[in-house]
């Protein structure tokens, strides 16, 4: 076996290619999006070295044209849970007993084929099956997912290298990284692809092995990554993909003595649901389980009556409707002050009536479709109600329309009621609330801010003024785990900006940092003695 004390490649962020016309990124994606649509195809599961194209087969569709079917996947059942946790505890051992530079290896391979060759078909998945457009797509699904890999495996050797500072003479102390002692379950989400491979591919970067199921509405992506990961190298058994009713999972899974930990994003409820399972079974386990979330966000923009009135607007209108508010960071509440509203809400007006809504095909889309009928209804809903109700304007949108696709316009609304339930409640869709403050209420509103909603996940404060900022940064200090001064609150980026955030929004294990990781491991510490002793007396026995 080799020994060595490795150097990985210094990680960069992956540069974020622009998609405009002419640009020959721009050609293979429309090359991949055609031949999406073209060709329909089964999705299997992935378990061990099987793939499964077997059980109930149910439809993928485009979101944003539901006319259309795109592929067909296999649902599982009990038994089929049960195979993939024997196909992960067969492939353990090998698994962790490959040297670490083996594994990263493979990581560092599957980020150079997202990178290159499959980034246009990475991409492309992911907007025939989760509604994003070309740059969505490519900032999540090719750059954010490279990132992960290659500044994972970065944090992985820095984990490796942490050693004890001291080791007195005759004595050698030194700590090893051992996996978790069972199978980890990554529960991955429908609106991030870079989150669906980041969960599993972290955990058996670390030597775990896993049992994976994605969300239904992005299984499309799902399966390009799983290819991409069998092709770079992983082993069959470490990562084993399965399509499976979350209940009928969580049954089989967490009552499974073997079961080390979750890797998890998603609702808040479902996480609680999880957490007190676990809680009721803790006796079943060999360990107890390493429990790791990143939930809702009900996620803020505070205006300070010194901030620019574009900015403001700016910050809004992208926090708010990229990916058409489905990320878990975007902005969904803001609060501006009187003095300021006039033109924030005309630079928003008129920014919101260029915005072009439709399927991702089109390019010229800013706006695409919301992920499912199940949303759309919540959404169309909460609309109108708050159409229905006096104290609410609309100042822009307010319209939908699922004849051709779950498509809802951009919606503003103004609020007199702070509490007003669009002001608290996650609706995780294009619907921006604002509720307008006198400018002397600037303290006041601090706290209003920071106890509207049960979550935590992230914020911004726009001003010019640096004592309003240093005020607002303390006081909103356990609001929001990613804050952000005189941006958008979304956009975080791996290596610069660890995401995750407390309260309501998850255990803020911060996914894109060494601390995420270190939750794949158990450290073992190990003291050699030399020269050990042959007499239990000490010296202060002597008369």
Known sequence: MLKGFFNVPTPTNETVLNYGPQSPERAALKAALAEGRAYKIDIPMYIGDKQIFEGKRLEIRPPHDHKHLLANFFEGDKSTVEQAIEAALAAKADWEDMPWEQRAAIFLKAADLFAGPYRAKINAATMLGQSKNAYQAEIDAACELVDFLRFNVSYMTDIYAQQPPVSPKGIWNRVEQRPLEGFVFALTPFNFTAIAGNLPASAA????????????????????????????????????????DGPVAGDVIFNHPDFAGIHFTGSTKVFQDIWQTIGTNIHKYKT????????????????????????????????AFEYQGQKCSAASRAYIPASLWPAVKEFMQR??????????????????????EASFDKLAKYIDDAKADSSVEIIAGGTYDKSQGWFIQPTVLQVQDPYYVTMCTELF??????????????????????????????????????????????ALRNAAGNFYINDKPTGAVVGQQPFGGARGSGTNDKAGSMINLLRWVSPRTIKETFDPPKDYRYPFLQK
């Open 205 to 244: 970067m670390m030597g775990n092995v896993v049992v994976w199921k994605p969300a239904y509405t992005q299984i499309y992506a799902a399966n390009v990554l799983m290819q991409v990961f069998l092709e770079a190298g992983l082993p069959p058994g470490v990562i084993n993909l399965i399509y499976v």
């Open 288 to 319: 107890y389980p390493r429990i790791v979330g990143e939930t809702g966000g009900k996620d803020f923009v505070l205006a300070h009556p010194s901030a620019n009135a574009e900015v403001v607007s700016t910050a809004l209108v992208r926090g």
């Open 351 to 372: 920014d919101l009536a260029t915005i072009k809504v439709g399927p991702t095909e089109d390019f010229e889309n800013f706006v695409n479709a919301v992920i499912s």
């Open 429 to 474: 869709g294009p619907v921006l609330t604002i509720y307008v403050y006198e400018d002397d209420k600037f303290d006041e509103i601090l706290q209003v801010v920071d106890k509207t909603s049960i979550y935590a996940l992230t914020g911004s404060i726009i001003s010019q003024d640096r004592y309003a900022i240093a005020k607002a940064t303390q």
